[in-house]
């Protein structure tokens, strides 16, 4: 990509890319704001669906990027989008935190009280389960995984919101959903049918009709080389890794197909777009 590639839509990672905890990261608030001098579109995509996309709308504004809720695009969302236009009927176990079963809630999705209908060991009765969704989830224990291990057992679809490792967080890193989706291919012999998230297609599919742009005028900036960087190549989005979040310069150079770009900070960006 030079002066013979034009690159009109951005979208943007946000933990480990745009901000860390609640600070933006060095370059990103100066870089989006040229790029919509140039009127460049920008959206926002986060794995984390612990949230609704107007929070971290919200938390983006504060930090000094404005960022209206449409702007921001959640796995949460991509799932309830994907299943209530596909998957209406089905009623869904979600092993997740009760701000992803407001969103799925809110797409008129059919989503399993966690106290319906438990057995003396506590485990929900996997009768009335026809798919398990698996998400970051912080208040995790066994009884949600005995449950989901018990529907899949049973037959029940398996969903996933994303399938990140570990989530960055200021102190380091922590697990996040990959870590529960393993446990659970690995002791039931399945795997995960749909992930929302990335590096998904749903979810750049979804960015392309919010900006309205043909992939090769759109660049999908990220830290993580197996999500971000996988998810831009295979939508055929130019793909940029950014270094302040989870990873190197020597894992890039490991890589069998690595991002058209490796930028230092957000503010590179500026210099490979008219």
Known sequence: MTDK?????????????VYLGEKALPGAVEAIAELR???KKTLFVSNKPLEPGSK??????????????EDVITSALVLGYHLAKNEPHLRLYVVGEESLRQELRGHGLNVMDEVEGQDDKNVIDTAGIDAVVIAFDRTLDYRKINTAYQALM????????NADKVCPMPGGAIPD???????LEYITGRKVELLAGKPSGLMMRVAMQRMGLPPERCMMIGDRLETDIRMGQEAGF????????????????????PPDFTIETLADLLSLTE
């Open 238 to 257: 130019a793909t940029a890794a950014a270094l302040t979040g989870v990873s190197t310069r020597q894992d890039i150079a490991r890589m069998t197909n």
């Open 37 to 39: 001098r140039r009127n």
């Open 154 to 161: 049973r037959g029940a679809r398996f969903f996933a919101t």
């Open 5 to 17: 590639r034009k690159i009109d839509g951005f979208v943007f990672d946000l933990d480990g890319t």
């Open 177 to 183: 959903a990959g870590a529960t989706i393993t446990s």
């Open 56 to 69: 971290y709308a919200a938390k983006l504004t504060k930090i000094g990027i404005p960022t209206p809720t």
